[in-house]
């Protein structure tokens, strides 16, 4: 499987037979119609946030194990953050992480207008609501940084070895962008978010903890992540490679 090198097949969007592939420069996407994409970046933004929402404020124990309730289903943002990637180039997956972004700085606006205005007389569920949505400013926008940041370099990582692997070996680029990405976001939210709360030796901890635990996640999660970019890589008739892209973070044009 190798990388496309002439100007022609970089240009102009290849006519492309049911279920075969073409192997294109993400250049060439302009005008091309994609059947899945905006499908996967819903379901991209949709795990983020329920995942932050509905899972980080419950602690659960199964088998003497105590853990986040989110775990359970945050993973499943590193597969379909590799799927935007791998199958649709670095261009898009960072249109996706920005409108992630941005889903993000709302959900913690929102939180915070809707905690912070008065109960009605008679509706005694603020103590409880502010349990689950009342979150600590600090500790909400060093995730959103550190998901940005994190993200991005996973998804920049993960282009950059497609290229030097001419598209084989899948499962390195997925758990190689995953230990630089997660490591990425780990280094910047635990001192963040608990720097001068925690001791030095429960960030570190912790950190190295969590950031183990989530690559291993993608691990045990190759097969899955198979299935998926094949799936979609069949259907759309695209293997996008970048080797034109600019890879600045700082815009959303694809």
């Known amino acids: 499987m190798a990388a496309p090198s002439d100007a022609a097949s970089a240009a102009t969007p290849p006519s492309i037979a049911p279920h075969s592939i073409a192997h294109v ?26 995942s932050n929402v509905i899972g980080a404020a419950k602690l659960a124990s199964l ?9 359970l289903f945050f993973p499943l943002g590193y597969v379909l953050g590799d799927v935007l990637t791998e199958v649709y180039g670095y261009a898009r997956a960072r249109r996706c992480i920005w409108a992630g972004f941005a889903a993000m ?77 997660q490591g990425v976001d780990s280094l910047l939210f635990y001192p963040l978010a608990f720097y001068g709360l925690w001791s030095t030796d429960q960030v570190l901890t912790v950190m190295v903890t969590n950031w183990a635990l989530k690559v291993g996640w993608e691990a045990v999660l190759t097969p899955v992540t198979y299935l998926a970019v094949n799936f979609f890589k069949r259907r759309e008739g695209l293997d996008v490679y970048d080797e034109q892209t600019d890879f600045t973070p700082f815009k959303a044009q694809v």
């Open 25 to 50: 420069d993400a250049s060439a996407l302009a005008g091309h119609r994609l059947q899945y994409y905006d499908f996967v970046m819903a379901a991209f933004v949709a795990v983020l946030l329920l």
């Open 63 to 71: 088998w003497g194990f105590t853990f986040g309730a989110g775990i």
């Open 105 to 181: 700085l709302f959900m913690a606006l929102m939180s915070w207008v809707v905690v912070s205005l008065p109960p009605a007389e008679g509706w005694d569920g603020q103590a409880a609501y502010e349990s689950v949505f009342g979150q600590v400013p600090r500790i909400v926008f060093a995730s959103i940084f550190a998901f940005w940041a994190g993200e991005l370099t996973n998804s920049f990582v993960l282009a950059k070895m497609k290229l030097l692997t001419k598209g084989k070996h899948l499962w390195t680029r997925t758990i190689g962008s995953t230990i630089v990405g």
